[in-house]
């Protein structure tokens, strides 16, 4: 089986940026992590990025579908203007059955792991790594940036760890349901 991973940002695009901390990193050292992961448990990786560049989103779409992705996940962190918003919630497509199936396995691993507030799984229809990729893709926000706990956890490079194991361990029982 092969994932795409998209680290989400990059480059000039910093995404989410709260007290010097800026999310394309983020996104970065847990999707490289993610891609370790995958790798020792025998996946095939497409990375949209594996630096710090910057990638147009129907750039990150089209790879994905070009080299016949089986799943696509996007890896992002959250920002808001209330400091007190916090946890975990993942995206997918409106319809999409398979999307929202991985949406809901990704999210219940990301729960029990990183033990942040449980935002559920939401559908998004205006973003293009989810409308524009062919096969079943989530993106993950995996905490807030905005949010000083949370800031201090996606730091870590412990939590950076779980986050990308819960991923894997969703897609693994994904695989198992979907055959
Ligand atoms: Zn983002």
Redesign the pocket.
Known sequence: MRICIDA??GGKDP??VSDGVQ?KNI?LKIALKLSTKLIGAGYKIIMTRDDDVFVPLYERARLANKKNADVFVSI????AGNSAAAGTETLYYPGSVQGEKLAGLVQKELIRKLQRADRGIKERKELVVLSSTAMPAVLV?CSFLTNPVERKLLQDEGFQLLAAESIVDGIEKYFQEVG
């Open positions: 989400g940002h995404g989410a999310e996104n992002h962190n959250n920002a926000e």
